[in-house]
């Protein structure tokens, strides 16, 4: 069984702000490490290789550096990796994203599974993970919050819906997204990392893939365009209420019904 | 659509160069640099060094005929005969945008045994309730939902698209987005219309820390995903628009997925994930007035908690502890009620979105982070407001 995990580097975002000066965002030594959300997906690929004799490969697109997230998922248990970067990448939207990782996985030949995280801390879209399973033609399903069985041919699931819990058994080929609290991550292992210091990365780039037009990737082929960032309106106001408890309990009242938390 | 260009430079620093960049996307790259995948064209380059990096527009390729698109549509999501309230506040949104540039508001309303959602729908202003009633749609599977939404959108053209951003809605506008390689805007807080039909969408990024307005110009249909609870549904009125019920072929409802149980979901326990929390401080002065803090938790559906003394007293469990030693909470509206606001404690809440402190101290910590500060008496005010409360609550 052949299963790929997507995961993505993304910036420290405790540490992202924004220049109200400059409009723009500041620079603060920003740290990279793997998507919190993608450890996740790792342990959840990890746990069925376990069971299945699988091998688990990571996918990861993004810049040389992001080679330090999948160094750090071979810590993890992960088999292989690969790297999708060139600069026709850059500046990708959800849609140009999925399709250089779609492409990517074909490129490498379809797995049983793929298994996203739920989301990242910096796009914070939770759409990569569908939208990968749509260009590549086979069914998801997201948000899932426990593996209940799996098998040869399929796998068992609890799906998180608004109102309830959905046991769902899906059949290979397919894609999950995975929630937090699926599984608890491992810590990185320094056996395995010593193991694997020398494991090599794969890399692939524009050429390599199967649809290699450069309009389809990156920004040329982002439908959605930032057209400015922005810091959030000051949500710090601060305003001192000091009056009699019949008037301060209206207020409180107003603004509770206000921002329909009644 | 534009993109960064590198000017030819010489005698530059090439490390200065690179660390201009938070996210390491310029890279080197022979003698000279250049812009790798980790580009989020966040400009940042572009104000600090307009020597060397400038902006290059480029012409699209093929642009949409925007005439051939029209109408904003919602999906309309329900659950056991019940339409998710999220689905009638974007309704609402459907409409203002669709009144600013005369175009008509769409509804598209899938399951099976539906129609009875039809006529309550209609009542909230919508020009057309599109309707694939079939045994097949019974429960939301993903192949079959996305085939019977392309149809609809092949039908009706509609210029932009609403989706509720609850996990169905999640996992449902990614795949039909992507099936008309189209752009998506998840998240949504503010949403606007330009002449030209273009949507302003405006969207938190970095985890809340900035906001990005995004358009999809060249596109259609706009797809974007909002939460709910950011938009206010509108009033009912007597309904002036109509119903079409459409078919589509059972075999293209076919589904890998087989459902093998659906059960209600167990309410969220820890306060990690609560929307909203009310927590009681020393402020409280015997076990027994907690009662006033449980109550107002159950008027705002929230979870409480507890500072670390309450903890300790054997008040709380020590899951409910927030702080320091404790949990770490980002709630949508945390209200602390008789809390000092120690560092300890700041230190876990701090994150929230709005904080509303009650204190009878005026000079007391937390109103140095409490975006409403309320001084007064707990034993005032929170018995006032519950009584407001449940008028209010028998008044509806
Ligand atoms: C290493 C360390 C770790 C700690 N970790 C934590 C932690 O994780 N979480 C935590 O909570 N604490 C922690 N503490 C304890 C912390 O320092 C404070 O002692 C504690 O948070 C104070 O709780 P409090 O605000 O409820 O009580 P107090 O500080 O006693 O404040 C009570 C407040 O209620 C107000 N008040 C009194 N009567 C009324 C009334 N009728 N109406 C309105 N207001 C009224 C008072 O003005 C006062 O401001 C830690 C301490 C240490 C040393
Ligand atoms: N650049 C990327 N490389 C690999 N996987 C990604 C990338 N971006 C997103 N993903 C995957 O898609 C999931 C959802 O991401 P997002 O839609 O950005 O919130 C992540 O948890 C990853 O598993």
Request: charge should be negative; proline fraction near 6%; hydrophobic fraction near 40%.
């Amino acid at each position: 069984m052949k299963i790929y995990v997507c995961i993505k580097q993304v910036p420290d975002t405790t540490k992202v702000d924004i220049d109200p000066e400059t409009m723009t965002l500041k620079r603060g030594g920003i740290d990279s490490k793997i998507n919190p959300f993608d450890l996740y997906a790792i342990e959840t690929a990890v746990k069925l290789k376990e069971a299945h004799a699988a091998t688990v490969c990571a996918i990861s697109m993004g810049p040389q550096q992001s080679e330090a997230a999948i160094r750090e998922s071979y810590m993890l248990g992960v088999d292989e990796g690969v790297l999708l970067s060139d600069r026709n990448f850059a500046g990708a939207d959800v849609l140009a994203t999925s399709y250089a990782l779609s492409q990517g996985i074909l490129s490498l030949g379809m797995p049983d599974m793929i298994i996203c995280g739920q989301q990242t801390t910096d796009g914070d879209t939770a759409q990569v993970g569908p939208e990968i399973a749509e260009f590549l033609d086979i069914p998801h399903v997201a948000w899932v919050r426990r593996i209940v069985d799996s098998d040869e041919t399929g796998i068992t699931v609890e799906m998180d819906m608004p109102e309830t819990v959905e046991v769902v058994r899906i059949s290979y080929p397919c894609l999950i997204t995975v929630e937090k609290g699926v599984f608890q991550p491992r810590l990185p292992s320094f056996k395995l990392k010593m193991a694997t210091r020398e494991r090599p990365i794969r890399r692939l780039t524009l050429a390599d893939l199967p649809d290699s037009e450069p309009l389809r990737y990156g920004l040329k082929g982002s439908p959605t365009q930032v057209i400015r960032v922005f810091p959030p309106q000051n949500s710090s106001q601060r305003e001192t209420w000091n009056d009699s408890p019949e008037v301060l309990s209206e207020k409180l009242y107003s603004r509770l019904n206000e921002l329909k938390f009644l | 659509m534009s993109s960064i260009k590198i000017l030819p430079f010489s005698g530059q620093n090439i490390d200065e160069l690179l660390a201009l960049c938070p996210f390491n996307a310029i890279e080197k790259c022979g003698d000279g640099i250049d812009i790798n995948a980790g580009c989020r064209m966040c400009r940042i380059c572009l104000k600090r060094r307009p020597d060397i990096f400038v902006l290059a527009e480029h012409q699209p390729k093929a642009t949409v005929n925007k005439s051939d698109w029209r109408g904003i549509a919602v999906y309309v999501e329900h659950f056991n005969s019940a339409i998710h309230p999220v689905s009638f506040e974007l309704v609402g949104k459907a409409r203002e945008l669709a009144d600013k540039t005369g175009q008509p508001v769409f509804c598209l309303l899938i399951g099976e045994q539906v129609k009875s959602l039809t006529a309550e729908i209609l009542e909230y202003g919508v020009d057309k309730v599109y309707v694939y009633d079939r045994p097949e749609l019974k429960h939301f599977k993903i192949e079959p939902y996305t085939a019977v939404f392309e149809d609809f959108i092949n039908r009706v053209r509609p210029s932009g698209i609403l989706v509720g951003g609850t996990s169905l809605g999640r996992s449902l506008a990614p795949r039909v987005a992507a099936r008309f390689r189209t752009g998506l805007t998840a998240d949504c807080t503010i949403l606007d219309i330009n002449e030209n039909t273009d949507i302003d969408q405006i969207r938190p990024a970095y985890g809340g820390n900035i906001m990005a307005h995004i358009q999809t110009p060249n596109h259609r249909p706009q797809f974007a995903t909002v939460r709910y609870k950011i938009f206010n549904a509108p009033a009912r009125r007597q309904p002036t628009g109509t119903a079409e019920f459409c078919d589509i072929a059972p075999e293209r409802l076919k589904s890998a997925i087989e459902i093998l149980e659906i059960r209600p979901k167990e309410k969220v326990r820890s306060i990690e994930d609560a929307e909203t929390i009310v927590v009681a401080g020393k402020g409280i002065k015997k076990e027994a007035d907690l009662q006033m803090i449980y109550e107002l938790a159950d008027a705002l559906d929230a979870m409480t908690a507890g500072t670390r003394p309450l903890i300790e007293q054997g008040w709380f469990d020590p899951r409910l502890q927030i702080g320091l030693s404790g949990r770490t909470v980002k709630p949508k509206l945390i209200i602390t009620c008789g809390v000092s606001g120690s560092v300890q404690f700041a230190a876990g809440m701090q994150g929230a979105e709005n904080i509303i402190a009650i204190n009878n101290d005026p000079i007391a910590a937390i109103f140095n982070i409490a975006h409403s500060a309320v001084i007064g008496d707990i034993y005032q005010i929170v018995p006032a407001l519950l009584g407001k409360i449940r008028r209010g609550a028998s008044s509806q």
